[in-house]
């Protein structure tokens, strides 16, 4: 362009804004989203690591026996919650790949906790709870437990309660996913497979796993990233109780900037699964370019 | 042998089924219970109320408990945020979406793969510094804090899904049809794009409407006066009174619960199919 003759340019020597913006050039078209991902993804991302930029914050968590407890509890959501949720959804996947009429009809039923807002359903859940009064220990008391759990009142079982719900929530969606995949997969395969005598078990063992296994890492890995950003699930089911012992990072975080108000700190909090998370990215990556660019 | 071996395994599928079912809607119809017991019946815990009655929800309609005061107003609120939130998303990720699948410039790749990368970020861990940004915008209590923060991270899988089907279902034969017959590419975008985007914008428009309407943690930290909140913060903040009301908080997420799962009924089809397209190739 710099070498452009000068007799060549639209209005003499002076360049006007209309021949740099042209109004049909693609970058135009992309230019909102662009302009809200600077001011609402990258500049928070970039001041996040600002306000949590003084390690004597990270001294003070690494000396917190509240941080750790979160710091646990977010490692049994990751490792518990998330494969139990998942092989929970690959077992329920075939069983609505039966064709019978009640199967198919259940699965709308099924779907209900991923249509009901989780607000609703975990306050729910949580007055279900209550060791006096609460739904599950009136029908535990009714089959004959005498003194059944005070479930919000001890770590283990509060923690136990928030990891089934966190699973009750999230099963459908990952049944949804994974049946997708397994009816995705062509009636051609199992027919060859019929003709080889492969059937049942085997059938299962050596056809069906197999080419689910793609999706299957993938939805572990993205539920684990989604799982690490959970804060409703621990906030409405414990709310950290009992005595913070059932905090997770997420709910741990905006408990310290917003509860306490110290910003930094709560920042930090999240700052510190960084190295988890950038695993995770890694591994779902690679995950995505083993499996040639689609999500799956 | 046979039969008596698939008369066991039925059976045993139905019990799967009833187990299913049970575990599914405990919590809804704990709701439903819930919502239908009288103030002093609440303590006695029972699977089915003895006198079942709506003064519950009536007290909801007519705001006749200071936890509910502000019903009708946060119940638009909920509406406001979410339909706007949906229509910028629409706007902005089929604007982007023709750029990607019709204008097709290099950085066309690099654009989508970056935008979904916004999904690997932990949103509650990136809602703090997100709460000072909005200090520094000026913009903390104002609903379109909670607009804008919901249009931005639904675009990206909108732009996608968007983009997918633009890519697959549209021929390109239509656009260079329109070219020589001198349209610029916005009339392409608004008389040839938009119309035959239809399909894939109900989809879309359904997700970022519940994506809005589903959000509690971005809306509690945003919006803290009662008159601009929506109604999961007024859910969450039963919570903190001290002497909540349990069947007025249930009705409560019973009414609040009956939009999305309506939507999610009628709109079945395309939703789910629109849900997988986000985790299965297509």
């Keep these: ?296 | 042998m046979k039969t008596r071996r698939s008369a066991l395994s039925t059976t045993a599928l139905v019990a799967v089924g009833v187990l299913l079912a049970v575990w599914t809607l405990l919590p809804v119809y704990h709701m439903l219970v819930v919502s239908l017991s009288p103030s002093d019946e609440l303590f006695a815990g029972r699977l089915w109320p003895e006198d079942p009655t709506l003064t519950a929800f009536s007290t909801v309609l007519t705001e006749g408990d200071f936890t509910v005061e502000r019903f009708w107003l946060q119940l638009w609120n909920s509406l406001f945020v979410a339909v706007v939130s949906a229509v910028g998303v629409l706007a902005i990720a089929t604007l982007a979406a023709f750029a990607v699948a019709r204008l097709r410039p290099r950085w066309a790749g690099l654009l989508t793969t970056s935008a979904l990368a916004t999904y690997v970020i932990p949103l509650s861990f990136l809602a703090i510094p997100l709460y000072k940004a909005m200090a520094n915008y000026n913009l903390l209590g104002s609903q379109w804090a909670l607009i804008l923060a919901t249009i931005t991270f639904g675009s990206p899988y909108a732009l996608w899904v968007l983009s997918q089907y633009a890519r697959a279902s549209i021929p390109s034969e239509l656009d260079e049809a329109a070219t020589i017959d001198g349209a610029g590419a916005w009339r392409i975008y608004f008389q040839i794009f938009l119309p035959l985007m239809r399909p894939p914008m109900v989809v879309v428009g359904i997700y970022a409407f519940l994506l809005a309407w589903n959000e509690y943690l971005m809306a509690f930290l945003f919006l803290s006066e009662e008159d601009s909140m929506t109604l999961p913060v007024t859910l969450g903040n039963f919570l903190n009174s001290d002497q909540i009301q349990w069947n007025v908080m249930m009705a409560t997420a019973l009414f609040y619960a009956l939009p999305p799962v309506l939507i999610y009924y009628a709109f079945q089809r395309n939703v789910s199919s629109g849900s997988t397209a986000g985790g299965v190739k297509n």
Aim: charged residues 10%; hydrophobic residues 55%; glycine residues 8%.
């Design chain 1, 1 to 296: 362009m710099l070498l452009a003759p000068p007799h060549k340019r639209p209005t003499g020597a002076r360049r006007t804004l209309r021949s740099y913006i042209r109004i049909n050039d693609p970058w135009v078209f992309v230019l909102p989203y662009l302009a809200g991902a600077a001011f609402l993804i990258v500049y928070p991302v970039g001041y996040g690591f600002w306000i949590g930029r003084d390690p004597l914050n990270y001294l003070q968590l690494f000396g917190d026996p509240t941080y750790w407890a979160a710091a646990v509890n977010t490692l049994l959501f990751l490792g518990v919650g998330v494969n139990a949720t998942l092989l929970l959804a690959l077992v329920l996947s075939g069983f609505f790949a039966l064709r019978r009429w009640w199967v198919k009809a259940l699965l709308p039923v099924f779907i209900l906790p991923w249509a009901v807002p989780v607000v609703s359903a975990y306050l729910s859940i949580h007055w279900m709870l209550n060791s006096e009064i609460g739904m599950i220990n009136t029908i535990l008391r009714g089959i004959g437990v005498s003194s059944p759990p005070e479930w919000l009142n001890s770590y283990g079982w509060a923690i136990v309660a928030a990891l089934v719900s966190y699973i009750w929530h999230w099963l459908p969606f990952w049944t949804l996913i994974l049946l997708a995949a397994r009816m995705a997969i062509p009636n051609d395969v199992y027919e060859a497979a019929d003709v080889d005598g492969a059937t049942g078990i085997r059938r299962l063992v050596h056809i069906t796993f197999p080419l689910l296994r793609g999706t299957y890492l993938t939805s572990t890995l993205l539920a684990a990233i989604w799982t690490l950003s959970d804060y409703n699930t621990v906030h409405f089911i414990t709310g950290g109780a009992p005595g913070d012992t059932t905090h997770v990072l997420a709910t741990l975080g905006v408990d310290y900037a917003f509860d306490i108000g110290f910003i930094e700190l709560g920042v930090s909090v999240g700052l510190t699964a960084l190295p988890l998370i950038i695993i995770l990215i890694v591994l779902l990556v690679r995950r995505l370019k083993a499996d040639d660019g689609g999500l799956a």
